[in-house]
């Protein structure tokens, strides 16, 4: 069973940054892609970053050049680095995690992040950014 706890949320001023980390547990596939999602009152859940088994990565436009999304295979940890934090990164964060029969590969890494068709969801971490 998969499990995913993410940590690292809090409240920061613009131009801050943080960096969150999830940790997960139970994931035995080889290939799996793993993400973070981040939802804002009133708002739909937005796909932020994606990262797969093979090390590639892809960004929504909101954060790209702003944040990292990067794993640690030893820790089984998933973290998400933010930079130049704004007010409109405020919102709860998720990770996010999905096996592969197949290796990863462009379409499908690009298709969840924006579907959101994850099979194991972790709890969040509140993410407040004040102007």
């Known amino acids: 069973q998969v499990q995913l706890l993410e940590s690292g949320g809090g409240s920061v001023q613009a131009g801050g940054s943080l960096r969150l980390t999830c940790a997960a547990s139970?994931?035995?596939?080889?290939?799996?892609?793993m993400a973070w999602y981040r939802q804002a009152p009133g708002k739909e859940r937005e796909g932020v970053a994606i990262?797969?088994?093979?090390?590639?990565?892809f960004y929504a436009d909101s954060v790209k050049g702003r944040s990292t999304i990067s794993r640690d295979n030893a820790e089984n940890t998933l973290s998400l680095e933010m930079n130049n934090l704004k007010p409109e990164d405020t919102g709860m964060y998720y990770c996010?995690?999905?096996?592969?029969?197949?290796?990863?590969?462009?379409?499908?890494?690009?298709?969840?992040?924006?579907?959101?068709?994850?099979?194991?969801w972790g709890q969040g971490t509140q993410v407040t950014v004040s102007s």
């Open positions: 990262i797969d088994s093979g090390g590639a990565t």
């Open positions: 139970g994931l035995t596939s080889r290939y799996y892609y």
């Open positions: 996010a995690v999905d096996s592969s029969a197949t290796p990863p590969d462009t379409r499908r890494r690009y298709s969840l992040l924006y579907k959101g068709d994850f099979a194991h």
